[in-house]
């Protein structure tokens, strides 16, 4: 009798796999776009991301192989990339492309690649694993929605600027060290972000087949000298008119008003741009920035929007925490807190992290056996749900207020809870993901 393990092997991608690939997920991403059609843009994403992405291999696919035709049926690939938050490097995997064929669907294809894929990560030690995508679905498979990346109004086509003059230039590769400046910037700020260095950023401008689904247009301030700002949108105008921004930033802080003057001229201009050659309304631009950004409080105001929210997993609550551990022993100096004990544990209601002191000062993490009862255990100073911790440590949520959301989340006393919340306070998230 043959089993659906049987009928199905999961292996690593192969460079030979790129036009199944392709084929496969044109067929069934973004169906609601084309009618049915494939998608082109899908196509060539994947195409690329087989063929010369600095950030990927084809062995960052993981294929559902059907053993009796030897073709994929399903498949996924992971993105990994450093995100930046106070100058700490923390490894991230994007979960993008999941897909199954349609005559293969109910067999745990999914359930299965995602399987494979988190022992890949727990070998690899890469601690977080981040997935937009369809409402509740990941939560069956180890994700939470703990991270949000826009909220910022979209701002009407009528509030712009109406203005011809040229504010802002398309960014070339000669450009591409400066703009890997600004990023080296940015990850020693009190911003959660995703750094790219000048190979990532010469295959942004360069490197990409035209139609890809991922590509985005980069421009920087038509000023001579070194380039010390720039602006990240899609290439073309929504459904609904919008343009959609998805990355801005600024060398020096002093610039962001001139700035932002500029990139918003700049973006009516291309809007109205757009509508002319499409005969299409140009209705205004969509910001998948944080609303405090500050080309958002520099900007015309505009019409508010709910955050979006981004799943996210940890199967390493111990090793994420040993990552931020130079980031929590500053923020509790500078809160001028020393630990009374000897260790703190945080349970996560399975696994549990040990976070050593030596005069009142975090010296280590270690990974410990959570607690049959966290909630009654006395060597526990917090019950944290997994998820629950990954909103504190990405800074999408305080203490005080996952304390007021989860029931399930405890803490000793007002010494633990002081401490915890000097150590996870609320950080903008401005992370354009490396797709």
Same mark, same amino acid.
């Given at each position: 009798?043959?089993?659906?393990?049987?009928?199905?092997?999961?292996?690593?991608?192969? #460079?030979?796999?790129?036009?199944?690939?392709?084929?496969?997920?044109?067929?069934?991403?973004?169906?609601?776009?084309?009618?049915?059609?494939?998608?082109?843009?899908?196509?060539?994403?994947?195409?690329?991301?087989?063929?010369?992405?600095?950030?990927?291999?084809?062995?960052?696919?993981?294929?559902?192989?059907?053993?009796?035709?030897?073709?994929?049926?399903?498949?996924?690939? $992971?993105?990994?990339?450093?995100?930046?938050?106070?100058?700490?490097?923390?490894?991230?995997?994007?979960?993008?492309?999941?897909?199954?064929?349609?005559?293969?669907?109910? *067999?745990?294809?999914?359930?299965?690649?995602?399987?494979?894929?988190?022992?890949? %990560?727990?070998?690899?030690?890469?601690?977080?694993?981040?997935?937009?995508?369809?409402?509740?679905?990941?939560?069956?498979?180890?994700?939470?929605?703990?991270?949000?990346?826009?909220?910022?109004?979209?701002?009407?086509?009528?509030?712009?600027? *109406?203005?011809?003059?040229?504010?802002?230039?398309?960014?070339? +590769?000669?450009?591409?060290?400066?703009?890997?400046?600004?990023?080296?910037?940015?990850?020693? $700020?009190?911003?959660?972000?995703?750094?790219?260095?000048?190979?990532?950023?010469? %295959?942004?401008?360069?490197? =990409?087949?035209?139609?890809?689904?991922?590509?985005?247009?980069?421009? +920087?301030?038509?000023?001579?000298?070194?380039?010390?700002?720039?602006?990240?949108?899609? &290439?073309?105008? #929504?459904?609904?008119?919008?343009?959609? +921004?998805?990355?801005?930033?600024?060398?020096? &802080?002093?610039?962001?008003?001139?700035?932002?003057?500029?990139?918003?001229?700049?973006?009516?201009?291309?809007?109205?741009?757009?509508?002319?050659?499409? $005969?299409?309304?140009?209705?205004?631009?969509?910001?998948?920035?944080?609303?405090?950004?500050?080309?958002?409080?520099?900007?015309?105001?505009?019409?508010?929007? =709910?955050?979006?929210?981004?799943?996210?997993?940890?199967?390493?609550?111990?090793?994420?925490?040993?990552?931020?551990?130079?980031?929590?022993?500053?923020?509790?100096?500078?809160?001028?807190?020393?630990?009374?004990?000897?260790?703190?544990?945080?349970?996560?209601?399975?696994?549990?992290?040990?976070?050593?002191?030596?005069?009142?000062?975090?010296?280590?993490?270690?990974?410990?056996?959570?607690?049959?009862?966290? #909630?009654?255990?006395?060597?526990?100073?917090?019950?944290?749900?997994? $998820?629950?911790?990954?909103?504190?440590?990405?800074?999408?949520?305080?203490?005080?207020?996952?304390?007021?959301?989860?029931?399930?989340?405890? +803490?000793?006393?007002?010494?633990?809870?002081?401490?915890?919340?000097?150590?996870?306070?609320?950080?903008?998230?401005?992370?354009?993901?490396?797709?």
């Amino acid at each position: 009798m043959t089993t659906e393990d049987d009928r199905y092997a999961i292996r690593p991608g192969r #460079s030979s796999d790129a036009s199944e690939l392709a084929r496969l997920h044109a067929s069934v991403q973004l169906q609601e776009v084309t009618g049915g059609r494939p998608h082109p843009g899908i196509a060539a994403w994947v195409e690329d991301l087989l063929d010369g992405h600095p950030a990927v291999v084809p062995d960052d696919f993981l294929v559902a192989e059907d053993s009796a035709t030897g073709r994929p049926v399903a498949s996924l690939v $992971g993105l990994r990339q450093d995100w930046g938050l106070g100058g700490i490097r923390l490894p991230v995997a994007q979960v993008e492309l999941v897909g199954t064929a349609p005559e293969h669907r109910g *067999n745990r294809l999914t359930e299965r690649l995602f399987a494979a894929l988190h022992r890949r %990560y727990a070998a690899d030690d890469v601690p977080v694993q981040v997935i937009e995508g369809i409402p509740y679905f990941y939560r069956r498979l180890g994700y939470d929605y703990a991270l949000s990346n826009d909220g910022a109004p979209t701002v009407p086509a009528t509030a712009l600027p *109406n203005s011809s003059a040229p504010t802002m230039r398309p960014a070339t +590769v000669a450009d591409a060290d400066d703009l890997a400046a600004i990023d080296r910037q940015l990850v020693h $700020g009190d911003a959660l972000v995703c750094p790219r260095d000048a190979e990532v950023w010469r %295959y942004e401008m360069a490197g =990409r087949r035209p139609d890809d689904q991922a590509g985005r247009t980069v421009v +920087v301030p038509a000023l001579d000298g070194a380039v010390r700002a720039y602006l990240v949108y899609a &290439p073309r105008m #929504s459904a609904a008119g919008e343009l959609t +921004v998805v990355a801005a930033a600024c060398a020096r &802080p002093a610039d962001w008003p001139w700035v932002a003057d500029a990139v918003h001229a700049h973006l009516g201009h291309v809007g109205r741009q757009h509508a002319a050659a499409l $005969g299409q309304p140009f209705t205004g631009v969509r910001f998948l920035l944080d609303p405090d950004h500050p080309l958002v409080r520099l900007g015309p105001p505009g019409v508010p929007r =709910r955050r979006r929210g981004w799943y996210a997993r940890t199967g390493d609550p111990a090793g994420l925490l040993a990552r931020l551990l130079p980031l929590l022993r500053d923020r509790w100096r500078a809160a001028d807190l020393r630990w009374p004990e000897p260790t703190l544990t945080i349970d996560t209601y399975g696994r549990a992290a040990r976070l050593d002191f030596t005069d009142g000062e975090p010296t280590a993490v270690t990974a410990v056996r959570g607690a049959v009862s966290p #909630s009654t255990d006395l060597r526990t100073h917090a019950a944290i749900p997994p $998820g629950v911790l990954l909103r504190l440590a990405f800074g999408h949520r305080t203490l005080s207020e996952v304390l007021d959301d989860w029931p399930d989340c405890l +803490v000793r006393d007002r010494v633990t809870e002081r401490f915890l919340t000097a150590a996870f306070p609320r950080v903008p998230v401005r992370v354009w993901p490396r797709n």
